[in-house]
């Protein structure tokens, strides 16, 4: 699986679901949770 920046959001498809962009704030801290909470992302 390719790494993609979270810059826009668009990595994978249940990212989007889980985390609605338009209701999360654009911070580090989101960030971090989405990739504790998606470890499949770093593999």
């Known amino acids: ?4 920046p979270i810059t826009g959001w668009e990595v994978r ?3 989007i679901t889980i985390y609605d962009t338009e ?3 654009k ?4 960030q971090v949770m989405l990739l504790s909470s998606s ?4 593999s």
Do not use: D, N, V
């Not at 699986?1 to 993609?4: D, F, L, S």
């Not at 911070?27 to 989101?30: F, G, L, N, W």
């Open 23 to 25: 209701k999360l704030p």
């Open 13 to 15: 498809p249940f990212t």
């Open 1 to 4: 699986m390719t790494w993609q």
């Open 39 to 42: 470890p499949a992302l770093l």
């Open 27 to 30: 911070c580090p801290s989101h």
